[in-house]
């Protein structure tokens, strides 16, 4: 079938949503914030129903067209690019909020439903949506699923994967799945909403999702703590967790901190310098917690872990501390990052750091480095800046290299390459650093049960 036979017949199927070709759509859907990968898909569409997703993939199935999920594309590792004329499908007209229940604290979404939307949800009914990151502004439910967003509150909460209670799915052979059906109990053999959890799109489309919800943190504070080196921020989380509960533990550099401060509208938290900071969140709900967090903070201060730090005293100033490290990722986007998602398990994590920072310093000695990351839960974001002269095809190739030693210290701590970003097109060549071949090979024959024709976001995760 001919391009324009294939567009005029998503058309047909289409016939509630939309169907858009033009120059601009195609580029705007065809990426996700990678920026590396040129967009060209041959159509994006627009699907309003459970009954058009499951057309539409039949009539891909028949006529070989192979698809994409796309959500809010503000996924890092070009998992919804759509680079070889696939069709992008959006789910930005399935975004409504379907039903809640508070006995079960449960909501139902359609994939479209934006992150913050439920969390505002949840909010006014006074209850709590606790997967939280950067561009939960943008981002949607569909894609939070099918990469296993992480984000900021791991530590006490997990992932999208602890927060989804039931899902419906179209396979990529049109069939409508309905798995686990909201249950907290149900032992009947596999759980295949897990494979759709974090399966990057590449068994079929989320269409419906049941997330949980759970009360509200009450009286959030926020420790910022400068910190002279990486093994001390390790000594500072052990402390801390001795005698607090912490809703999220955090770390970034001092060359991230100004990067973001540069930009003008975060301050610095405190006049000191120094070369790392921690920023952990406790609820703090009585005086009794208040008073144990300054202990623990003296008591860094005396072992010479912590040399500054700040407490927030308000909602405002707890939204200002935070912006220091939620702003990093967004901040250094101009300098076209090489990333690094990294985790290993948090008693490695001393270890491992000091491997891969010998590391990352001998190969990059002329190229700027961001570290950041959810320390508390293992996971460190490396970002390797580009130097404004060179050129973009050349610092990936350098980059990828470099990559290959910082992904041996990975394996042999039997750690994972892609800790919440995903494999997608960037991280696809290195799954072996943390996939076993014979793992690989049953993701491929999972695969192929549930999408025969590789139509579903083909190219991703595995090769086929
Ligand atoms: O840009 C990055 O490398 C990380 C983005 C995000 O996962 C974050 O933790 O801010
Ligand atoms: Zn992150």
Redesign the pocket.
């Known amino acids: 079938m001919s391009q324009p036979e294939i567009i005029a017949q998503l058309k047909d199927i289409i016939v509630e949503g939309k169907v858009l070709t033009d120059a601009e759509s195609l580029s705007f859907y065809g990426k996700d914030w990678t920026k590396v990968f040129t967009p060209a898909p041959l159509a994006i569409v627009f699907p309003r129903s459970i009954p058009e997703v499951q057309a539409l993939v039949r009539f891909a199935n028949k006529h070989k067209v192979q698809l994409v999920a796309s959500g809010g594309r503000t996924g890092?590792s070009g998992g919804a690019v759509a680079a070889a004329g696939e069709v992008v499908v959006a789910f930005d007209y399935m975004n409504s909020i379907k039903d809640f229940n508070p006995i079960d604290r449960t909501v139902v979404c359609e994939p479209g439903v934006i992150t913050e939307q439920l969390q505002t949800f949840a909010e006014e009914h006074e209850l709590f949506y606790p997967v939280d990151?950067?561009?939960a502004g943008s981002s949607q439910i569909g894609g939070n699923i099918s990469t296993n967003a992480?984000?900021?509150k791991v530590i006490r909460y997990g992932m999208t994967r602890d927060w989804v209670a039931g899902l419906k799915v179209v396979t990529g052979t049109g069939e409508l799945l309905s798995l686990n059906k909201d249950l907290v109990k149900n032992n009947t053999g596999y759980d295949l909403r897990q494979l759709y959890i974090g399966g990057e799109g590449t068994l079929g489309f989320v269409v419906e999702a049941t997330m949980k919800l759970v009360r509200p943190p009450k009286d959030l504070t926020v420790l910022l703590l400068g910190v002279p080196d990486m093994s001390s921020i390790m000594n500072v989380l052990n402390s801390f967790q001795q005698k607090i509960d912490l809703t999220a533990f955090?770390f970034f550099s001092e060359k991230a901190l100004q990067k973001v401060v540069a930009k003008g509208d975060v301050q610095r938290p405190f006049e000191t310098q120094v070369d790392y900071y921690a920023l952990l969140e406790f609820e703090c709900l009585n005086e009794q917690l208040a008073e144990q967090a300054m202990e623990v903070f003296e008591l860094c201060l005396e072992q010479g872990w912590v040399m500054d730090g700040v407490m927030s005293q308000s909602l405002t100033q707890l939204q200002n501390l935070w912006r220091c490290?939620?702003d990093?990722?967004e901040t250094?986007?101009e300098w076209t990052?090489y990333?690094?998602?990294i985790s290993v398990i948090v008693s490695k994590v001393p270890a491992f750091l000091a491997e891969v920072e010998r590391v990352v310093s001998e190969h990059y000695p002329d190229f700027e480095i961001i570290w950041?990351?959810?320390i508390g839960d293992g996971?460190i974001?490396?970002?390797i800046l580009k130097p404004e002269q060179l050129d973009q095809e050349s610092f990936i190739e350098k980059c990828h290299h470099v990559s290959q030693w910082v992904f041996e210290i990975v394996e042999k701590y039997q750690g994972s390459v892609s800790a919440?970003?995903g494999v997608g097109l960037l991280k696809k060549d290195f799954l072996q650093y943390t996939r076993s071949p014979v793992e690989i090979e049953y993701m491929k024959a999972i695969k192929r049960i549930f999408d025969p024709n590789n139509i579903m976001n083909p190219g991703k995760l595995v090769d086929m």
């Open positions: 890092l990151f950067a561009s992480g984000g900021i955090e490290r939620e990093i990722s250094i986007a990052p990333k690094n998602d950041f990351g959810h996971n974001h490396l970002n919440e970003h």
